[in-house]
């Protein structure tokens, strides 16, 4: 019989899992959607998911903070920020696809990969936060 410690770690570690299965489903879904829109030559649907789950990592760490518009109990947090940012974000993507544009000549392209990826993802990042911060959205 587990006791009440590990039965909170076992809430924990299967909010990360669940928020990470459906974070990694839909980082698959949007990634093919992207292409078949943008075309692949460009790492477009990574850019796309990295400033999307800024946005939302930046909104809900503001917007659930125990003195926050919307506090959100402990394994709440867990599933959305690391569990389904965490699957649905693609850092290891960018940096393998930002090395690819390098590994094919064409270095202004991986520096405008870089570029974008990083100042968006931290506009959307401060931007989630303010609206977190707020209650702009489901407060």
């Known amino acids: 019989m587990l006791g009440a410690i590990e039965e909170t770690m076992m809430g924990e570690w299967l909010s990360v899992a669940v928020g990470g299965a459906v974070g990694s489903m839909l980082r698959y879904g949007t990634g093919i959607l992207v292409a078949r829109w943008l075309g692949a ?26 003195e926050g518009p919307l506090a959100a109990h402990n394994d709440m947090r867990l599933l959305v920020m690391t569990g389904f940012c965490g699957g649905f ?51």
């Open 41 to 66: 030559a460009f790492p477009w649907g990574t850019l796309i998911i990295n400033i999307a789950g800024s946005m939302i990592i930046g909104w809900f760490a503001a917007a659930t903070l125990p």
């Open 89 to 139: 974000t693609t850092f290891s993507a960018f940096s393998l696809q930002t090395l690819g544009l390098l590994q094919e000549g064409a270095p202004v392209a991986a520096l405008v990969n870089i570029g974008l990826s990083v100042g968006l993802c931290l506009a959307a990042v401060a931007l989630g936060w303010m609206i977190g911060e707020r209650a702009w959205i489901f407060g």
